[in-house]
């Protein structure tokens, strides 16, 4: 799977902006067969193609390419160290998880 804005490959562990809202990391991507040690590739059976992003507020969310879909803000990486400027995950009020 390509991010939306440059098109480049999405690889695990990358740090992304999802829906121009949640941040997070990749944990797993069916596509490239990538997995994270906790979630390993039992997730391939299950999403069969896409990537899962464990937000910075402990949600996983996983998203699929879809080749009608032209929504450059759907996933888009962003540098390895960015930090919220506010410093409140999206100003949801929900306390920083630990890496």
């Known amino acids: ?37 906790e979630f390993q590739d039992d997730w391939a059976d299950t999403l069969k193609s896409g990537v899962l992003v464990r937000t910075d507020i402990g949600a996983l969310v996983h998203i699929e390419y879809v080749e009608e879909d032209k929504d450059p803000k759907k996933i888009v990486r962003l540098p390895a160290d960015w930090v919220d400027p506010d410093g409140d995950n999206r100003h949801c009020g929900f306390p920083k998880l630990s890496p």
């Open 1 to 37: 799977m390509k991010y939306s804005d440059d098109g480049t490959e999405i690889r695990l562990g990358d740090r992304v902006r999802i829906y121009n809202s949640d941040t997070g990391v990749i944990v797993c991507s069916v596509d490239t067969d990538e997995y994270s040690e």
